[in-house]
């Protein structure tokens, strides 16, 4: 079984960097594939001297998006002969029996598709995998408090997340995961028509709909320290939003089929979405 890690740098050297060396020396880890997505910054010339035996660069001629230059990392591992390929966000940490647990996953269930582990925060605020929702109730999960007020709606009990040593999911957060070759084969990975957001769902419903099965390692677990290349990059909480907004709404009307009207109260409900956004940013620069 050989296994593959793809690591998507924008402007992050430094976590990049640092988690290269933490990674490099894993026996689990066959080749590890550092893709850097046009970064405007000093990256490229840093990261030409990795370039090893195990460690291969990729160099994307522009940045399409988060999804695309993941895919770029996938496409490599597969054509090079990795059976299964991790990604990781560069602000992630992980001891080498994370990756050891998460691949044992996929010799247990022939149906599996993608699996990762826990992802712990610093804060403790984000949920590590959750259902697919329909179109009502994604609604709900796109306001930052109709998700707390309804977040037994949206999210999978504790208890069922804490059951077994793995269990089946919808969607699994995005900053680490694992695929197959078959499923990134049948399915294309992610949709590259998202730039940013959204990803989770979409390589969800993708995989679903070719018959695969995602599933959370509920044994092991990484660190996600939330301090990446997007709010680096998008400094403005309300620039970030409202690209938020944008794949919110190609994702509701591509993969959840929104008609006119619903799409239209998904426009409204965003609208008062960026209102409170804009007005708490105003606060936080006072």
Not at 58 to 68: P, R, S, V
Not at 118 to 142: H, I
Request: aromatic share 12%; glycine share 6%.
């Amino acid at each position: 079984m050989s296994c593959a890690i793809v690591i998507l740098n924008y402007n992050d050297l430094e976590n990049t960097l640092r988690l290269y060396k933490e990674l490099k020396d894993f026996s689990v880890l066959t080749r590890i594939y550092i893709v850097d997505n046009a970064s405007t910054d000093s990256s490229r010339q840093t990261l030409e001297k990795l370039q090893d035996h195990k460690c291969k660069l990729i160099f994307a001629k522009e940045n399409k998006g988060y999804g695309a230059g993941n895919n770029l990392g996938f496409r490599a591992a597969f054509s090079e002969g990795m059976d299964y390929c991790f990604l990781a966000n560069p602000d992630t940490r992980f001891q080498e029996a994370y990756f050891e647990n998460v691949l044992s996953v996929f010799a247990k269930e022939k149906q599996v598709g993608l699996a990762s582990g826990r992802m712990k925060d610093p804060y403790g605020k984000q949920a590590t995998a959750w259902p697919l929702q329909s179109f009502s109730k994604n609604l709900l999960s796109m306001g930052p408090f109709s998700k707390r007020i309804f977040s037994s709606l949206l999210f999978y009990p504790k208890a069922y997340l804490e059951q077994k040593p793995y269990v089946e999911v919808d969607v699994l957060h995005g900053s680490s995961l694992c695929i197959s070759k078959e499923a990134f084969q049948k399915t294309g990975g992610y949709d590259e028509e998202f730039f940013l957001y959204e990803e989770e769902k979409v390589i969800g419903q993708k995989l679903r709909r070719a018959g695969y099965k995602s599933y959370l390692c509920t044994i092991c677990s990484y660190l996600h320290e939330d301090s990446g290349s997007t709010k680096k990059t998008l400094k403005s909480l309300v620039q970030r939003q409202k690209l938020r907004q944008q794949s919110e709404a190609l994702y509701a009307r591509k993969y959840l089929h929104g008609n006119f009207l619903q799409m239209l109260f998904l426009r409204l409900v965003q609208a008062v979405i960026l209102g409170e956004t804009l007005f708490y940013s105003l606060l936080l620069s006072k």
